[in-house]
């Protein structure tokens, strides 16, 4: 039979799949990229309390515990803000890894579906 | 969502639905699709776009249970920080707090000995808890909240799905249309 033009590159169940994965990886990148935001933003906060915390010669210090500031003496306040960087840092350190992760399969999903649909189909952010 | 019902699937491990989302069959030859149907290619190209708007009207709801829950969560962790300071703090002197009365008005409060803490339950509803307690039902909402939110995360990646391969069905029928027409034209050309 003739082709009259136009791709008819026969479309599977597996590349239907493939597809639908690179969706989703796309979603989940993007939203990675926000909360990757809103972290570092967690991180400079805590930083600068921290080093507000060195300047400050008060013994008691109001620190924010759910609502409302409690009075909390400066070194349990030191130890709190380590804490809270730590953690910090540790789900900074892993939603970028879940980034690289994310990029690179997407890089593989990429190369198969151009391999196989070429110009037929567009997979990038426009 | 009330809807004529799909095409049997033609070989695929996929669901049929989840949680009263109709899954998108998938279609392996498009010509035996339209057959399937019943349907003229028009008529099936507006079915299917109706379907990825009932797939939109869904996400959108799911959306917002999420955004909700995504607030929650943090609540209900700032909740058992408090609820944990207060246990840890037992000594006889008073743990002092400024809190809110008003917009940019804060006020102090001497805490001594918390024994209990009143939970707002929600609907007017506050109720008084040993502290042990009030930390064992929050870490219980929090970890329902937890699991809800895992829930919706993987209903709302199975519906992306759908929307996908409908808009490729969509494309390939319209291919195919496309298709049809030049072989009907290079034909009728060729007895012309």
Known sequence: MQRAGGSETEVTWEDQKNINKFGRLNNRFHELEDEIKIAKEANENIEDASNELILTDEEVVRFQIGEVFAHVPKDEVEMRIEKMQEETSKRLEKLEEEKESILAQMAELKKILYGKFKDSINLEED | ?192
């Open chain 2, 1 to 192: 969502m009330a809807q004529p019902s799909s095409p049997p699937q033609s070989g695929s491990e996929a669901v049929a639905e989840r949680r009263g989302i109709p899954a998108a069959s998938f279609v392996k030859d498009v010509e035996a699709y339209l057959n399937q149907l019943g349907l003229d290619v028009n008529s099936t190209l507006s079915f299917l776009q109706e379907r990825i708007q009932q797939y939109k009207v869904v996400e959108m709801k799911l959306l917002a249970q999420q955004r909700d829950l995504q607030a929650k969560i943090p609540d209900i962790e700032k909740c058992l920080d408090v609820v944990a300071t207060l246990q840890a703090k037992n000594s006889d002197e008073a743990l002092l707090t400024d809190f809110e009365v008003s917009e940019g008005i804060y006020a102090r409060a001497q805490i001594k000995n918390a024994d209990s803490v009143c939970l707002w339950l929600g609907a007017n509803v506050m109720l008084e808890y040993s502290c042990e307690e009030a930390t064992t039902l929050l870490q219980n909402n929090l970890e329902n909240a937890k699991a809800s939110l895992e829930v919706l995360v993987a209903d709302l990646q199975f519906l992306r799905d759908q929307v996908n391969t409908t808009q490729v069905t969509i494309a390939r029928v319209y291919n195919w249309d496309v298709h049809q027409r030049r072989v009907k034209q290079a034909s009728s050309s060729q007895e012309s």
